[in-house]
T-cell receptor
Framework: KNEVEQSPQNLTAQEGEFITINCSYSVGISALHWLQQHPGGGIVSLFMLSSGKKKHGRLIATINIQEKHSSLHITASHPRDSAVYIC????????????FGKGTHLIIQP | DVKVTQSSRYLVKRTGEKVFLECVQDMDHENMFWYRQDPGLGLRLIYFSYDVKMKEKGDIPEGYSVSREKKERFSLILESASTNQTSMYLCASNRWRPNEQFFGPGTRLTVL
């Protein structure tokens, strides 16, 4: 079973700062997802990636398959970025759901 | 837009009651999932289904059962609710593995 570790667990930063959230996993995967969950809200998918890098607006996700590591970056952070960010991996074996990290609780202060 | 809906946002039940949580998706997705989310534990897979009437156990199926009689609807059943089943329950669906999953808004269940 894949083990997914995220760091940091909690992060408070000032508006405008560059944010990095890290995710590492123990077993080779088919795909990695970054998800966002606002307080009281549902979960939305930000990225799905299996190699390289993806960018959407101020969000950038990278993955290094050899090192079993991914990062989510937020440039020019804004208070509306405050949310829980969850890394999830699909290993392709056994149960076909995702294996989730415990999430990173991000607070951006004005 | 894909829409995944869940029957209730908040639910309060008593110990021993039978509880039904329903999930409906409108994009003809083959795969549907039930997760529970608990502080400090993250999201954990309870059951999933890859076709009508098909189901597979996830990581924590004990105390739960599921039903998928129609492609768009996936129900989670707590046969006899217990206090340790108090949690946030999230439904998700997708078309192909390992494609992006679309999540419902969640049902916060409290068992007294």
């Amino acid at each position: 079973k894949n083990e997914v570790e995220q760091s940091p667990q909690n992060l408070t930063a000032q508006e405008g700062e560059f944010i990095t959230i890290n995710c590492s996993y123990s077993v080779g995967i088919s795909a990695l997802h970054w998800l966002q969950q606002h307080p009281g809200g549902g979960i939305v998918s930000l990225f799905m990636l299996s190699s390289g890098k993806k960018k959407h607006g101020r969000l950038i996700a990278t993955i290094n398959i050899q090192e079993k590591h991914s990062s989510l970056h937020i440039t020019a952070s804004h208070p509306r970025d405050s949310a829980v960010y969850i890394c999830a991996v699909f290993s392709g074996g056994g149960a076909d759901g995702l294996t989730f990290g415990k999430g990173t609780h991000l607070i951006i202060q004005p | 837009d894909v829409k995944v809906t869940q029957s209730s946002r908040y639910l309060v039940k008593r110990t021993g009651e039978k509880v039904f949580l329903e999930c409906v998706q409108d994009m003809d997705h083959e795969n549907m999932f039930w997760y529970r989310q608990d502080p400090g534990l993250g999201l954990r897979l309870i059951y999933f289904s890859y076709d009508v009437k098909m189901k597979e156990k996830g990581d924590i199926p004990e105390g739960y059962s599921v039903s998928r009689e129609k492609k768009e609807r996936f129900s989670l059943i707590l046969e006899s609710a217990s206090t340790n089943q108090t949690s946030m329950y999230l439904c998700a669906s997708n078309r192909w593995r390992p494609n992006e999953q679309f999540f419902g808004p969640g049902t916060r269940l409290t068992v007294l």
